[in-house]
RNA sequence: CGGGACAUGGCUCAGUCUGGUAGAGCACAGCGUUCGGGACGCUGGGGUCGCAGGUUCAAAUCCUGCUGUCCCGACCA
């Protein structure tokens, strides 16, 4: 009977990563598998998360003089052909509507009819389908900058899908914009990375390195890709957004032309930017544990859950009067910009019931029974802690303190994370310690090993092309932070060169 | 798209080798006892064994094909 479970999650990260994310996409009700290969159904405590994503992203966007617009899902088969490195990076996981109708086929059976004249691509990105309309919108220099963005859902055919981090359907936002010079274009690409950086690290809790992407990692038919990348609990980096200058290459394609000041005729530069439901991925890998996920407070899907203890039915009636009266006064409370939300359990399945939620990730669960009620006083835990650590307060001091404890446990996540990133950060310059740090010691099933290299690079496809043959790893991306310019040899080839780069395995 | 593994109730799996009318635990529903860290008892509901063929008196079990899932690659947010 003594069933003694150390943890909520089997396996654990060190057991099986992998099969750990897996687990604790489950555990945690953040979505589910769907009937349709390769898509999710995202449930109410996951899309809960995601709305939250929206709402802050959606408002920081704002604040930089961007406007919501919708384009369609549809994109003639004939916009995407226009840019032909964009054609090529995506042609390959495209999905296409080839038909209009469906009609009883011989078997009883529905089969597709009414072939369509130009076939629909699903849209797998819509550059070219708001570049059109940005054609038709832009005439003169003082039609600029164009500042749009969406929210929407684009379809990526992917061989291989993983929950949240790689799915064929995917929620996202992407932002485009159009300006008169392409200073002003690269600084629009800059200051979104910022957003993204800022709204990662402050809300998501998660640390991020902002550089550029070597050429061979450009978005396809972009002139320069920008990016932040996260350290994941197992080392790996994740992309957790991007911002591309896109030059002239898809004003060109799309005819986006404006008159100048100067009377001249001038294609416009653009920029487009985006974050995904990914972002959802690389908060359970970045902060989850062997008990389940850890929501950030800030981001949460709730703040706390109310869990009441009743002993005797006669106590029921006290117990949840006390429970909703707390909970009307921690819903007076705003924290991050928004009221906190708190949930309410009272089912009667024992411990499980403390468990589950824990597996949720919210961060503040409290116990409320009779010797609380009586003593007037909060039990609770932090969802950062230990599951068996827990505190009283007396309720007014919790009241007060609340916002003081929501922040901290948002501050110890994001110190956490970042300890994680800095503990397995490396300078290496040396080929053979390089390949050291990247090799797992049993291939059969790699153990959590690597991180970050900053090594040097010279700047050549052909060394970086070698060494994601050879280990795997990629350049993430180019630092803007420039660390200590000596010269020395590039980490694959020996040439000199003084740039230090991020290699890591990715997603 | 290559290489491997797997597919039996909501979940985890047994049963397959050696063919003979579908099982367990957990979960779920009802009742009762419980409840401050993964409760217990009783009762009950739920599966055309991934799909399609084939062999056979008889197929979850043997054979063929397909589909899906997961892992490892290639590709990508």
Partial sequence: MNKIVQTAITPTREEDYPEWYQQIVKASDLAEKSPVRGCMVIKPWGYALWENMVRVLDEMFKATGVKNAYFPLFIPLSFLEKEAEHVEGFAKECAVVTHHRLEKGADGGLVPAGKLTEPLVVRPTSETIIGDSFAKWVSSYRDLPVLINQW????????????????????????????????????????????????????????VIQGEKTPSERFPGAVDTLCIEAMMQDRKALQAGTSHFLGQNFAKSSGIRFQSATKQEEYAW??????????????????????????????????????????????????????????????????????????????????????????????????????????????????????????????????????????????????????????????????????????????????????????????????????????????????????????????????????????????
């Fill in 152 to 207: 929407a859902n684009v379809v990526r055919w992917e061989m291989r899908t993983r929950t949240f981090l790689r799915t064929s359907e995917f929620l996202w936002q992407e932002g485009h914009t159009a300006h008169a010079t392409a200073e002003e274009a690269m600084e629009r690409t800059r200051q979104m990375l910022g957003v993204y950086a800022t709204f990662v690290e402050e809300y998501l809790a998660i640390p």
């Fill in 270 to 507: 653009t920029t487009s930017w985006g974050a995904s439901t990914r972002l959802i991925g690389g908060l359970i890998m970045t902060h989850g544990d062997d008990d389940g996920l850890i929501m950030p407070p800030r981001i949460a899907s709730a703040h706390v859950v109310l869990l009441p203890i009743i002993r005797k039915a006669s106590e029921r009636q006290s117990v949840m009067e006390y429970v909703g009266q707390l909970a009307d006064a921690l819903r007076e409370k705003v924290y991050g910009g928004r009221r906190l939300v708190v949930e309410i359990d009272d089912r009667d399945i024992g411990g499980a019931r403390g468990w589950e939620w824990i597996k949720k990730g919210i961060p503040i669960r409290v116990e409320i029974g009779p010797r609380d009620i009586a003593a007037d006083s909060v039990f609770f835990a932090r969802r950062d802690g230990a599951h068996q650590e827990k505190q009283s307060l007396k309720r007014p001091d919790f009241l007060e303190k609340i916002s003081e404890i929501l922040d901290q446990i948002q501050a110890n996540l994001f110190a956490r994370a970042l300890r994680l990133r800095k503990d397995h950060t490396v300078c290496i310059d040396d080929q053979d310690e390089f390949n050291r740090f990247f090799t797992p010691q049993n291939p059969e099933k790699p153990e959590i090993h690597g991180g970050f290299s900053l090594s040097r690079w010279c700047g050549s496809a052909e060394c970086e092309a070698e060494t994601k043959e050879r280990l795997m790893v990629t350049i993430r991306c180019i630092p803007f932070e420039k660390g200590p310019n000596e010269v020395g040899p590039c980490v694959c080839c020996g040439r000199p060169s003084d740039r230090r780069v991020i290699f890591a395995k990715a997603y």
